[in-house]
């Protein structure tokens, strides 16, 4: 697969919009809201978000988080 291919993913949830952050775009640190440990810089990670629109475009887009691919997939 393409690297950065953004895709939608549908969850139990609902439709997520999921969208790969390669090592050289991941210049920060975040907190993944899956196990809570950090997601270091340069370490290939993905961002979602809502893509059903429920809450509105822009609460969506302030909803990323960032995830360890790992842990979106077991989520
Ligand atoms: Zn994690």
């Given amino acids: 697969m393409?690297?950065?291919?953004?895709r939608t993913e549908?969850?139990?949830d609902g439709l997520w919009t999921v969208q790969?952050?390669?090592?050289v775009r991941a210049t920060k640190s975040y907190v993944c809201p899956g196990c809570s440990?950090?997601?270091?810089?340069k370490t290939p990670h993905l961002v979602a978000w809502?893509?059903?629109?429920l809450m509105g475009e822009a609460a969506d887009l302030a909803?990323?988080?960032h995830w360890h691919s790992h842990?979106?997939?077991?989520?």
């Fill in 50 to 53: 809502r893509a059903d629109g």
């Fill in 71 to 75: 842990c979106w997939r077991i989520r």
């Fill in 63 to 65: 909803g990323r988080r």
């Fill in 10 to 12: 549908e969850r139990r």
């Fill in 20 to 23: 790969p952050v390669t090592a």
């Fill in 2 to 6: 393409r690297a950065g291919w953004r």
């Fill in 37 to 41: 440990l950090e997601i270091a810089p």
